[in-house]
């Protein structure tokens, strides 16, 4: 099992930044690949950034692209999102996710992981 708890979301204005940072437990952290998912009102929830076990790959939904950075802390057991220019469309719930890495390490579906955290608030204001 893994543990996963997120941290760092908040209230903030159009073209703010915020640090998002999920720490996980219960196995060798290093051996997880982890995404970060979120979920507005009335919508599905949606990819957003994926870092792969040894952080060395990372891919971004277009959207986020050039504005949100994953990054991984493996001697933490942390994987972080920075969010930089914010807008109000990034207000969403925000969840970190894992799942044992494999011979593939792209996962863009929530389906594809199995641990969740309960996920963070992330409120932008124009």
């Known amino acids: 099992q893994v543990q996963l708890v997120e941290s760092g979301g908040g209230l903030v204005q159009a073209g703010g930044s915020l640090r998002l940072s999920c720490a996980a437990s219960?196995?060798?952290?290093?051996?997880?690949?982890m995404g970060w998912f979120r979920q507005a009102p009335g919508k599905e929830r949606e990819f957003v950034a994926i870092?792969?076990?040894?952080?060395?790959?990372?891919y971004y939904e277009n959207s986020v692209k050039g504005r949100f950075t994953i990054s991984r802390d493996n001697a933490k057991n942390t994987v972080y999102l920075q969010m930089n220019s914010l807008n109000p469309e990034d207000t969403a719930v925000y969840y970190c996710a894992a799942r044992r890495a494999g011979s593939r390490w792209l996962f863009v579906r929530s389906v594809e992981y199995d641990y969740w955290g309960q996920g963070t608030q992330v409120t932008v204001t124009s």
């Open positions: 870092i792969s076990s040894s952080g060395s790959s990372t």
């Open positions: 219960g196995q060798t952290f290093s051996y997880l690949t």
